[in-house]
């Protein structure tokens, strides 16, 4: 089964966000993005990252640099409040797979997820084995 963490300070959303999940995925809940680098560094590779962007200690930006600097290999959706122009298209720009504003669309946020995957993992297959897809 494929493994999200999901980061967020708000308790609500972090419950929510593991109930809309952890039927189809294997789930692991933040408070903060340090504890979801230090989870990262003890050796665990998720498949997607999906995390609130004004959290403590680390907002989304810099969380983004530290991921892409070291796990750059896991897509990041973030989630936010705030429609700040400049700092969605600087986290797209870096390398988050998208930006999505709260209030969202439950179902909709599950289906981008689940496209992210299943491209992911065709992208994964691919790659690992080029000549059963005609490389």
């Given at each position: 089964m494929k493994e999200l963490v999901i980061v967020d300070d708000n308790p609500m959303m972090r419950a929510f966000l593991y109930r809309l999940f952890s039927n189809s995925y294997n789930?692991?809940?933040?408070?903060?993005?340090?504890?979801?680098?230090?989870?990262?560094?003890?050796?665990?590779t998720p498949d997607l990252i999906i995390s609130d962007f004004k959290m403590p200690y680390l907002d989304g930006k810099e969380f983004l640099m530290l991921i892409q600097e070291q796990f750059k290999h896991i897509p990041v959706i973030f989630l936010s409040g705030d429609n700040k122009g400049p700092d969605r298209i600087h986290c797209l720009s870096q390398g988050a797979q998208d930006f999505i504003m709260?209030?969202?669309?439950?179902?909709?946020?599950?289906?981008?997820?689940k496209h992210l995957l299943d491209t992911k993992y065709e992208?994964?297959?691919?790659?690992q084995n080029p000549a059963a897809h005609g490389v």
């Open positions: 789930v692991t809940v933040y408070p903060d993005g340090l504890e979801a680098l230090q989870y990262l560094e003890e050796g665990h709260k209030p969202f669309n439950p179902k909709e946020l599950k289906l981008k997820v992208i994964k297959v691919t790659s």
